[in-house]
């Protein structure tokens, strides 16, 4: 249940799935590329947080001040 495996696993798929990179830059260059397509589709990312049945909420809550 963990949602950084399941953007891993988005990762690997795709045309370039069994490639063997010759050079460092090339799989650098592979991975930003997923990266921002993935990026580019929030609903994968939603997928991913789905499955792992947490909620979202916001990192630090609006703090309220008392001598207002």
């Known amino acids: 249940m ?4 399941d953007i891993w ?3 690997r798929r795709g045309p370039k799935a069994n490639t063997a990179f010759t050079a ?3 799989l650098t260059r592979s991975l930003r590329w997923r990266l ?5 589709h929030p609903e994968l990312i939603d ?3 789905s499955e792992t ?4 909420t ?5 703090a309220t001040r008392k001598d207002q």
């Open 9 to 11: 696993s988005l990762l």
């Open 53 to 56: 049945g947490l909620a979202l």
């Open 2 to 5: 963990n949602p950084v495996k």
């Open 58 to 62: 916001p990192d630090h809550p609006e």
């Open 47 to 49: 997928g991913c947080l």
């Open 36 to 40: 921002a397509h993935i990026q580019r």
């Open 24 to 26: 460092p830059d090339r």
